[in-house]
């Protein structure tokens, strides 16, 4: 997104975070599902049209406090 990497900042993880989820789909699948595109593709559209949409998403953030302290 273009930004610098001092936006980034690391923590420690939480204490009994899970280092993994393993999801078993093959019941879904026998029902046909499929998906119809692919994950970092769709996600790169997504922030593209949030990119291009601000006048859309802007004016919420007054409603948003997040504090990162």
Do not use: C
Not at 25 to 52: C, D, H, P, Q, R
Request: zero cysteines.
């Amino acid at each position: 997104m273009q930004k610098p990497e001092s936006y980034i900042t690391f923590v420690e993880d939480r204490l009994g975070h899970d280092r993994r989820y393993s999801l078993d789909n093959s019941k879904i699948k026998k029902l046909g599902f499929a998906l119809k595109s692919e994950f970092y593709s769709t996600l790169m559209k997504v922030i593209e049209w949030y990119k291009e949409n601000e006048w859309w998403w802007k004016p919420l953030m007054k409603y948003i406090f997040i504090d990162f302290n």
